[in-house]
C-alpha cells in the first residue's frame, strides 16, 4: 500500500494567515481550538486532494483529525518534560516554540526526581484542570471572534503527548532529550562517563512512560502506538545507538505499546541497531536513508514512512524529487509504504504537487481523508 500526506508548518501559516503562535495558542484551549480549526479550514480549501494539513511535523495524522478536537498542552514532547524540570517556555510568534536551553546541565542523573513526582507539578495539574473542564462540559463554547463556534456533538480534548483521536502518543527519544537538557557536551559524555548517561537516558525513557499513562488515563484515550522521536541519533555510530537508544526505546516498547522510530538524517548504518528495539513496529526515516536496506533487514510487513529532503522540496523543477520518489518506491519492492512531508514557507508547492500525482498514480495507492479511518 502507498499513502502520503504532509503537514503546514507554523512558519507557512504565520505567512499565509497572519496567525501569531504565541504563548496564549498553546496555554489557552479555546484560541488554540479556534486557530487550529481555521488553520485546517483554510489547508483544506487551498491544498483539495493533498492530505495536507496543519499540525506539528510527523505528528498528527490527517486521517485521525477532526474539528471537535482540542489539543490541550499540543507542546513538543521534549520541551514539556524540560518545563517540568525547570526550562522556561520560549514562544514565536512566527515559528515553532522551544524552551531555554541545557536545563539539566551539570546536574547528576541521581539529582532528578522520582518521574511520578512530576505529576505534582503546576504544568502537569493546569493540563489535568483543563481536560476535565472540556470533558464535564459539553456545551463548552469558544470565546467570541471570527472563528468561534459551538461544537453540536461536544469537543474532544486530545492531552500533552498525543496529536489525535488514534491513542498514537508521541515523545522525544532519550538521546534527543539528552541533547536538550544536557547540550552537546551528552556526546562527549556518553564516550567518557557511558554507565551515568544510560542511567540518565533510563531515567527520561521511565518519565516519558509515567507521563504517557498519566494522560492516557486522564483524557480516556488508550495508547496504540508511540511516536519516538529519535533526531539525535543519526550523530553517531550503530555501537552507540545499541548501547543508549536501544534500552531506552526497548523500556518504552516494552511499558506503552508499539514503537513507532523516527530518525530524520542519513540512518543507512544504524538500521541493524534499531532491529534490536523490543516491540518496534514501523519506520520513519529520512530521504537519505536506504530503504532497500530497511527492506533486507526488516522485511516486507515493517511499516516505512519516507520524507524528502529540503532540497527536493525547494527545488525550481520537480525532477528531483520524482527522482528521488521512484528510487523509493523501486527499493521498497512492493511494502508498505508512506510518503511524509512537512511544507515550510520557502518550499516550491508544485514539489509535493508532483510528489502527490505520483503517490496517486500507483495501483495500491490509497487515499487518506480527514476524519477517516
Known sequence: MITISGTLSKGWISQALG???????????????????????????????????????????????DQSQIQIGG???????????????????????????????????AELPAPESLLGHELIRLFDEQIARIQNDTRWELRP?????????GPRPIPPFFWDTSGWAAIHGAMTSAQKFYGETIFL???????????????????????CRHFSDVADLPITSVHVGECSSCMVGPELVESFVVPAASKIGQELGPIRLHSCGPSTRLLEAFSKIANLHSLDLGGETSIRKAREIFGQEMQISVAPLPDHMSADSTGPILAWAKQMLEDNSGGDLQYVYHFEHSY??????????????????????PGGR
Not at 485546517?40 to 486521517?63: C, D, I, T, W
Not at 564516550?191 to 551515568?196: D, F, G, I, L, Q
Not at 516550491?348 to 481523508?369: M, Y
Request: aromatic content about 10%; some cysteine; charged content about 25%.
Open 189 to 211: 559524555d556518553i564516550k567518557t562517563e557511558p554507565k551515568t548517561c544510560l542511567q540518565m537516558m533510563q531515567w527520561i525513557a521511565e518519565a516519558f512512560v509515567v507521563l
Open 145 to 153: 471572534g471570527p472563528h468561534s463556534h459551538r461544537i453540536a456533538d
Open 348 to 369: 516550491n508547492i508544485d514539489t509535493v504537487r508532483a510528489l502527490t500525482d505520483f503517490a496517486k498514480s500507483q495501483p495500491d495507492f490509497q487515499a487518506l481523508q
Open 75 to 109: 507542546i513538543q514532547p521534549n520541551m514539556i518534560l524540560g518545563m517540568l524540570l525547570g526550562a522556561d517556555f520560549l514562544p514565536a510568534d512566527d515559528r515553532d516554540a522551544d524552551i531555554t536551553a541545557n536545563c539539566l546541565a551539570g546536574k547528576d542523573p
Open 19 to 65: 496567525v501569531r503562535f504565541d504563548r496564549d495558542y498553546y496555554f489557552d484551549p479555546s484560541r488554540r481550538h479556534a486557530v487550529d480549526c481555521m488553520c485546517n479550514k483554510h489547508a483544506a480549501e487551498r491544498f483539495p486532494g493533498m492530505a495536507l494539513f496543519y499540525s506539528e511535523s510527523n505528528l498528527g495524522q490527517v486521517n485521525y483529525w
